[in-house]
């Protein structure tokens, strides 16, 4: 019988949100270098689970480690920018399509309140709430299709394209028409066609696209 998405958390994926967030909202700068002892003390975690922690950002492109030194937190890097919407464009068109097949009714009901919290946060302009709705919808949804290699594939580039977006928001004024899309591709995937699901996807993965190419060609002019 299928299983709803685990809601168990440990210290290591306590520590691991938190520096998430942490490098996701720019509190921790890229290219800032830190100790292990130091990033224990930023999340008031023990160093255990902050290892662990730090191994799996490390894995997921987002910490560096430095030798004799500690930790760095990766730049965002343009090229690597566009290739993680590529990829993530196919993997979440599949994931949204079987997250509407395989979806629970509770999950679903879980999904419409998500929904909600999108547009909550782009009434309010609060680009904090919009980032942890991305976070939380993103791995739900990710969980509902439940297929642990694709959850996998994939998890390591919501967060890179969450910090993308933090970083570049002001400059395109564009929380509403982001969120409103995200809201409905969990409101499609809710209802349970495969088919909606798909689109919803791809016009929110477009749009990404889109924003992502605009930072680009505009970056990349100044160079």
């Known amino acids: 019988m299928s299983r709803s998405p685990k809601s168990?958390?440990?210290?290591?994926?306590?520590?691991?949100?938190?520096?998430?967030?942490?490098?996701?909202?720019?509190?921790?700068?890229?290219?800032?270098?830190?100790?292990?002892?130091?990033?224990?003390?930023?999340?008031?975690?023990?160093?255990?689970?902050?290892?662990?922690?730090?191994?799996?950002?490390?894995a997921d492109r987002?910490?560096?480690?430095?030798?004799?030194?500690?930790?760095?937190?990766?730049?965002?890097?343009?090229?690597?920018?566009?290739?993680?919407?590529?990829?993530?464009?196919?993997?979440?068109?599949?994931?949204?399509?079987?997250?509407?097949?395989?979806a629970l009714p509770e999950e679903r009901k879980q999904l419409i309140q998500m929904g909600l919290a999108f547009e909550k946060a782009a009434e309010e302009s609060d680009i904090l709430a919009y980032v942890r709705a991305v976070f939380a919808a993103n791995q739900y949804i990710a969980q509902c299709a439940r297929n642990p290699f694709v959850f996998k594939a994939i998890t390591p580039l919501f967060a890179l394209s969450r910090r993308?977006?933090?970083?570049?928001?002001?400059?395109?004024?564009?929380?509403g028409q982001v969120s409103q899309l995200h809201a409905a591709r969990a409101r499609a995937v809710a209802l349970g066609k495969a088919d909606a699901a798909e689109q919803a996807a791809d016009e929110l993965m477009k749009y990404i696209d889109q924003f992502t190419r605009s930072i680009f060609l505009r970056e990349v002019g100044r160079i």
């Open 8 to 58: 168990n958390v440990s210290l290591a994926d306590l520590a691991h949100q938190k520096l998430e967030e942490l490098i996701v909202t720019l509190e921790l700068k890229p290219g800032v270098v830190w100790s292990e002892q130091s990033l224990a003390d930023v999340v008031a975690i023990g160093r255990t689970p902050v290892r662990e922690a730090i191994k799996r950002l490390e």
């Open 62 to 102: 987002l910490i560096e480690t430095v030798p004799r030194h500690g930790v760095r937190i990766s730049d965002i890097n343009l090229y690597e920018q566009l290739q993680v919407v590529e990829f993530r464009s196919h993997l979440e068109r599949l994931i949204s399509a079987s997250a509407a097949t395989k």
């Open 164 to 175: 993308f977006y933090y970083r570049y928001h002001d400059e395109l004024s564009n929380l």
